[in-house]
C-alpha cells in the first residue's frame, strides 16, 4: 500500500477520536482541529520513522497531548490580551515622533544608553530572545535582565522624546 494511502487510513481510523481528546484538554473548537491537525501534520512528516503500526495510536495521542502542553506553554509565555484592556501599559508616544524616527536614529539613539541597558534591550527586542537566555548570555540573574530592560526602556524613551540628559546615564545610576 501506498504512503498516501497509509495516511488516509490512518486519518480516518483516528481522526474523530483524537479530536475529541483534543477537545476535551483545549475545551475549544478550533484549537482542537488545530492540535489535530498538527498532530497529523507531525505524523506526515515523522510517522514513516515509526517500525510497528500498531503503535501509530499511541504515537498519535501522545504527540497531540505534548502538542496542546507546549500551546499552553506559549499562551503562558506570550499570552494574548485585547489592546484595549493592556492600553495603559502601553507607552505614550506621540504619532509625529514615531513618523520621525527611522532604524538609523534609532539605533543612534539606543547608543547613548551604557553598556549593562543597551545589550539586554538588543537581545530582547532585536533578537527575540527570551529573558532566561539573555540571563545566560550575560552571566547575570533574571530579576537583573528584568530590571535593566525596564530602565532600558525607560531611558530609552526619555532620549526619544528628547527629554533626557545622554550625560546623566552614567552618573548616580545603578548597575544592578
Do not use: C
Given at each position: 500500500?501506498?504512503?498516501?494511502?497509509?495516511?488516509?487510513?490512518?486519518?480516518a481510523?483516528?481522526?474523530?477520536?483524537?479530536?475529541?481528546?483534543a477537545?476535551?484538554l483545549?475545551?475549544?473548537?478550533?484549537?482542537?482541529?488545530?492540535?489535530?491537525?498538527?498532530?497529523?501534520?507531525l505524523?506526515?512528516a515523522?510517522?514513516?520513522q515509526?517500525?510497528?503500526?500498531?503503535?501509530?495510536?499511541?504515537?498519535?495521542?501522545?504527540?497531540?497531548?505534548?502538542?496542546f502542553?507546549?500551546?499552553?506553554?506559549r499562551?503562558?509565555?506570550f499570552?494574548?490580551h485585547?489592546?484595549?484592556?493592556?492600553a495603559?501599559?502601553?507607552?505614550?508616544?506621540e504619532?509625529?515622533?514615531?513618523q520621525?524616527?527611522?532604524a538609523?536614529?534609532?539605533l543612534?539613539?539606543?547608543?547613548?544608553?551604557?553598556?549593562?541597558?543597551?545589550?539586554?534591550?538588543i537581545l530582547?527586542?532585536?533578537q527575540?530572545?527570551p529573558?532566561k537566555?539573555?540571563a545566560?548570555?550575560?552571566?547575570?540573574?533574571?530579576g537583573?535582565?528584568?530590571?535593566?530592560?525596564?530602565?532600558?526602556?525607560?531611558?530609552?524613551?526619555?532620549l526619544?522624546?528628547?527629554t533626557?540628559d545622554p550625560?546623566?546615564?552614567g552618573?548616580?545610576?545603578?548597575?544592578?
Amino acid at each position: 500500500m501506498s504512503p498516501d494511502r497509509d495516511f488516509e487510513n490512518l486519518a480516518a481510523k483516528y481522526y474523530r477520536d483524537l479530536y475529541r481528546f483534543a477537545y476535551s484538554l483545549a475545551n475549544s473548537e478550533s484549537d482542537a482541529s488545530d492540535l489535530t491537525q498538527q498532530t497529523f501534520y507531525l505524523w506526515a512528516a515523522k510517522g514513516s520513522q515509526i517500525r510497528n503500526a500498531a503503535s501509530a495510536r499511541s504515537w498519535l495521542f501522545t504527540t497531540l497531548h505534548r502538542e496542546f502542553l507546549q500551546s499552553r506553554r506559549r499562551l503562558l509565555r506570550f499570552p494574548h490580551h485585547e489592546l484595549e484592556e493592556m492600553a495603559a501599559e502601553l507607552p505614550q508616544i506621540e504619532p509625529e515622533l514615531a513618523q520621525k524616527i527611522d532604524a538609523a536614529a534609532l539605533l543612534g539613539i539606543l547608543a547613548q544608553l551604557e553598556v549593562h541597558l543597551r545589550a539586554p534591550l538588543i537581545l530582547f527586542y532585536m533578537q527575540d530572545l527570551p529573558y532566561k537566555e539573555i540571563a545566560e548570555i550575560l552571566e547575570v540573574p533574571l530579576g537583573t535582565v528584568q530590571s535593566r530592560i525596564a530602565r532600558g526602556k525607560a531611558r530609552l524613551f526619555e532620549l526619544l522624546k528628547g527629554t533626557g540628559d545622554p550625560s546623566r546615564e552614567g552618573k548616580g545610576a545603578a548597575h544592578g
